[in-house]
């Protein structure tokens, strides 16, 4: 019998919705045959170390999000002890949480993004760096995590009103209108388009993780061509950056003048997508005829290690 360790919690500001992944992980495992034991990750590296060897997985299913865990960090670790481990490798890591770099990469590579700057926070503060409406973003977060909207009609400037510990440099990107979709890949194909209607709002971190406010459809109610052209770009994000097991890119699509293929924007990709009760990738893959047992016994046996 395989033993599967898997990672969660960690010191990110996403740490209850990996400790919430990793739970849910762990139960489709033990259901699946594995011999599963858990693993809370903190900043104690010794103790992580320590706690790896006496379990003696054989796999680690990496459940962790959120900086220092998803960024390539963790993964320089795992590829030092040599021990397979599910999802993207260090390097597709730590490019697809630096986001400025993995849009000059989407770029290079055709595919359509929001225009963007990125500057330092100080900047940012002195004026509109783009014309109303735009984003700010951290350069380096997950989850919708410190995502501002600024909009025309607002007196609001950027980081009114709310705590910014992400660093000092800020992602600015120009607000596409329109709809919210989101594309998983596993392995080699992509899997499907879901739309995500949400009552208020955008699809920020409380939308994403509060039962009852978000709409998930899937299959996205989409013309056909804009369906395949999203789920195209997924996969050729996912392969860009030398990704690996199951990825899944975030778009959003303005048909406010009609449809149109060439206002499908790609956001970003996140290499470690969630695995709760209310996670996208678990319903695209159920969609497709998947189970989540299913779904995490492939990512355990699809494991690999950059060493």
Same mark, same amino acid.
């Not at 898997?6 to 259901?31: I, Q």
């Not at 599963?36 to 706690?51: E, Q, S, Y």
């Not at 770099?101 to 002195?126: D, I």
């Given at each position: ?6 990672? *969660?919690?960690?010191? %990110? ?11 849910? $992980?762990? #139960?489709?495992? +033990? ?9 809370? @990750? ?11 060897? #006496?379990? +003696? ?5 990496? #459940? ?31 490019? #697809?949480?630096?986001?400025? !770099? ?19 926070? %100080?900047?940012? *503060? ?16 997950? %989850?919708?995590?410190? @995502? ?44 499907? @388009? ?20 978000? !709409?998930?459809? $899937? ?7 804009? &369906? +395949?052209?999203?789920?195209?770009? &997924? ?7 030398? $990704?690996?097991?199951?990825?899944? $890119? ?35 893959? +159920? =969609? ?7 779904? @995490?016994?492939?990512?355990?046996? =699809? ?5």
């Amino acid at each position: 019998m395989k033993r599967v360790s898997v990672l *969660m919690g960690g010191p %990110s500001a996403e740490r209850e919705v990996s400790l919430n992944s990793g739970a849910n $992980c762990a #139960a489709a495992l +033990k259901e699946a045959g594995y011999k599963v034991a858990t693993i809370d @990750v903190t900043r104690d590296l010794p103790a992580l170390l320590k706690t790896i060897k #006496a379990q +003696k997985p054989d796999v680690l299913f990496n #459940a962790l999000h959120g900086r220092w865990v998803e960024d390539g960090n963790i993964q320089g670790i795992l590829n030092y002890l040599g021990i397979p481990y599910t999802h993207s490798g260090l390097m597709a890591s730590a490019i #697809a949480m630096d986001k400025p !770099t993995a849009k000059r990469l989407f770029a290079e590579a055709g595919l359509r993004c929001p225009k963007g700057v990125l500057l330092h926070r %100080s900047e940012v *503060m002195t004026g509109d760096p783009l014309p109303r409406p735009y984003v700010v973003k951290p350069a380096n977060e997950g %989850s919708s995590v410190g @995502v501002q909207i600024i909009t025309k009609s607002s007196n609001a400037r950027p980081f009114d009103g709310i705590e910014w510990p992400y660093g000092e440099f800020v992602l600015c990107e120009e607000f596409i209108q329109g709809r919210e979709l989101t594309a998983g890949v596993m392995g080699d194909r992509a899997m499907a @388009v879901t739309e995500l209607k949400v009552d208020g709002g955008f699809y920020d971190y409380a939308h994403k993780y509060t039962d009852g406010v978000t !709409t998930h459809l $899937c299959p996205a109610p989409l013309r056909e061509d804009i &369906a +395949k052209e999203a789920m195209r770009m &997924a996969l050729v994000a996912h392969q860009t950056l030398g $990704c690996r097991g199951v990825s899944r $890119c975030d778009f959003r699509y303005d048909d406010t003048n009609g449809d149109d293929i060439n206002k499908l924007y790609l956001l970003e990709i996140n290499t470690q997508p969630g695995m709760t009760a209310l996670s996208l990738v678990p319903e695209q893959a +159920k =969609h497709l005829g998947i189970s989540y047992p299913e779904l @995490v016994s492939w990512m355990v046996e =699809h494991a690999a290690c950059d060493a």
